[in-house]
């Protein structure tokens, strides 16, 4: 079976595949003759290729004001779109509209127990307070973008700080609205003992 092996491989007894690799000091290395005649022929010189012609005609004009150090890597932020920048705004909005929704009950009951009846004011009162809340979303918002993207680098991925402020500033005036309902003052009072 051996015998079989070796004639598939082409390898017969009296052949040796690894003799034409061997490197004895009998056997002759083939060279290879060089030609004086041969053009840029110097014998142990090597052959050095001729240098391309640089184009000099680009002028390299300074984008900088002279003194500035131009860093490597990324030196402006990416610019962020509008869509994105809105998907951002949601985030964290269920602060504001838990607040809005406890200022609209207050303001329901406050306005259903005056006994005035006046309701223009007390509609001109909660559109007023609801535009002071999304002044302050703004502001707040403001002063996020200077503080944190502007002053400390950072990227913003969310509102939920500003919608947090606004939803705790609709509480305060909601309980503020709550506070000069009388029935709801007498049964605080109740539940606190003070009479």
């Given amino acids: 079976m051996s015998c079989g092996l070796a004639t598939l491989c082409g ?35 090597a052959a050095i290729p001729a240098q391309r012609q640089v184009d000099h005609t680009a002028s390299f004009e300074p984008t900088l ?34 607040g809005a929704v406890f200022l609209i009950v207050c303001w329901g009951l406050w306005s259903a127990s005056s006994s005035d009846g006046d309701h223009a004011s007390a509609t001109l009162a909660l559109v007023l ?33 500003s919608h947090a402020t606004v939803g705790l500033f609709l509480v305060i005036v909601g309980f503020s609205y709550l506070s000069q309902i009388e029935w709801v003052v007498d049964a605080w009072n109740f539940l606190r003992g003070v009479r």
């Fill in 129 to 161: 307070a609801l535009a002071v809340g999304i002044g302050l979303f703004g502001l707040s918002r403001l002063v996020g973008s200077v503080v944190l993207e502007k002053l400390m680098g950072r990227t913003r991925r969310g509102a939920w700080a």
């Fill in 11 to 45: 390898v017969t007894e009296g052949n040796d595949p690894t003799r034409e690799l061997r490197l004895d000091a009998t056997q002759q290395i083939p060279t290879e003759v060089v030609k004086p005649q041969q053009a840029g022929f110097k014998p142990g010189v």
């Fill in 65 to 98: 004001p002279p003194g500035r150090i131009v860093t490597s890597g990324a030196l402006k932020r990416p610019v962020v779109t509008l869509s994105v920048r809105l998907r951002q705004l949601r985030v964290g909005g269920r602060w504001s509209v838990a």
